[in-house]
């Protein structure tokens, strides 16, 4: 087949408190396929933001968890922010439910889909909390910030412009959980320090008292609540982390969607010949989705294909095509705050035919008129 369809992995069944153990039961260790609740992939249009984690992201004993607070305060406050990721719970009062928590997972579970997961639901910003189970399974506590450390590597080798947040991992009750613990979040500053601007530390440990843990482990529901209300104001010190980034920015390779459809940028088949005229289709992440904006104005494909305007004409309708990169005003286009992308011998819009909104629409040339089918967003 042309393309492959990310497979969805599905929630485990949340685990209770093990805080001592040596090992957890295997059952409550590997992951089992779940089917989706009815409530995912909702969206009121805004920033994507990927809670990932194991079952204190999940929500387990409160199904929601800390980001039924965090979208109380989101809303409340006037952003519009679409959580992403293949689970889903939470009550309905939860304008969305998607996330990305697996109960049960540890570091190196979460390391071996994330690559997976960033194609498929292109977050523009990331939440981690994650150790815990690394912690209460006993699982190689030596090396458990080194493999952190190499799971951010990994996001920000696959997602070079997301905004990243490690939480330090909230407290225990049992007292050698609770050290266990402490010995991993000192690790954590120092990791995070030299992972590059776009990632932030978050010291969530001193946010929920012990008395607010429901089991010994996870939160009540007042400290989810703390939680919520503690990414809030860290995304807020950020104010990259809740800008959907309509404009790609320059020497980094992203997908480029149009938000009315959901759909990307798209060479047809993954064709190379000068003149394959573009098209939209399902955001997969692969190669001939990657563009990359120079600073003369150009959206290279492939290192060497850029964005081109079909023999440089300025009539509606020009196709939107691939062109081995020249230098000319056919492949110059100015990047507007709006999300249009604007031909620089036209004038005109880079436009999704007809407002189309279904796998292979073409994309054309076409008069700027401040509709949905001339926006366009980084992923």
Known sequence: MRRGTAALLGVLLAIGSAPAAAAMPAAAAMPAAAAAPAAAAESNGGVRIMPLGASITDGFNVPGGYRIKMWELFTGAGYRVDFVGSGANGPA?????????HSGWRI??????????????????ILVHLGTNDINQNHDLANAPARMSAL????????????LFISTLIPESDPV???????????????????????????M???VPVTELADGTHPTAAGYDRMGARWFSALQSVPSSLDAQVQPPVGADVMI??????????????ATADGTQLHIYDCLGSTIQKWNRTAAGELRVYGNRCLDVNANATANGTKIQIWTCNGTTAQRFTFRPDGTIVGANSGKC???SAGGTTNGTLVQLYECNNTGAQRWSVR
């Open 257 to 270: 969607a149009n938000p009315q459809s959901g759909k990307c940028l798209d060479v047809p088949g993954t």
């Open 93 to 101: 009062s939860l304008g969305d439910h998607d996330h990305e928590g």
């Open 177 to 203: 959980a609770e050290a266990r613990i402490r010995d991993f979040n000192a690790a954590l500053p120092g990791i995070v320090a030299g992972k590059g601007p776009l990632t932030h530390l978050v010291d």
């Open 350 to 352: 880079v436009d999704v």
């Open 108 to 125: 190196d579970q979460i390391d071996a889909s994330i690559a997976g997961w960033l194609r498929t639901y292109a977050p523009r910003t």
């Open 205 to 207: 440990h001193p946010v």
């Open 152 to 163: 951010i590597d990994k996001i920000r080798a696959n997602a070079p412009t997301v905004e």
